[in-house]
């Protein structure tokens, strides 16, 4: 079945990075666009990012856009959310996704607090 399990949260001052990644099994893994995506407390979940399968195309949400890069390796079947000059409003539950055989699959979530 899929697994998508996320790791790297923490806590972080302003201004910090943190590198999040994403390692993926239960499926063909590199056929498959992978979303980062994003919940803080009492709003909604949002995208913060899309990578295609290969890998050669990017799309960041305008809140984060310069600021955080995703990428993935597709011999590690993992993918990653590299997040710098963090905000206080970056706080939120992270979570990878796939969308795969019309139903959209989620990780657990890891936990990331911007906050001095």
């Known amino acids: 079945q899929v697994q998508l399990v996320e790791s790297g949260g923490g806590l972080v001052q302003p201004g910090g990075s943190l590198r999040l990644s994403c390692a993926a099994s239960g499926f063909s893994f590199s056929t498959y666009a992978l979303n980062w995506y994003r919940q803080a407390p009492g709003k909604e979940r949002e995208l913060v990012a899309t990578?295609?399968?290969?890998?050669?195309?990017?799309d960041h949400a305008d809140s984060v856009k310069g600021r955080f890069t995703i990428t993935r390796d597709n011999a590690k079947n993992t993918m990653y959310l590299q997040m710098n000059s963090l905000k206080p409003e970056d706080t939120a539950v992270y979570y990878c996704?796939?969308?795969?055989?019309?139903?959209?699959?989620w990780g657990q979530g890891t936990q990331v607090t911007v906050s001095s």
């Open positions: 996704s796939v969308y795969r055989l019309l139903r959209r699959y």
């Open positions: 990578i295609t399968s290969l890998g050669d195309n990017t």
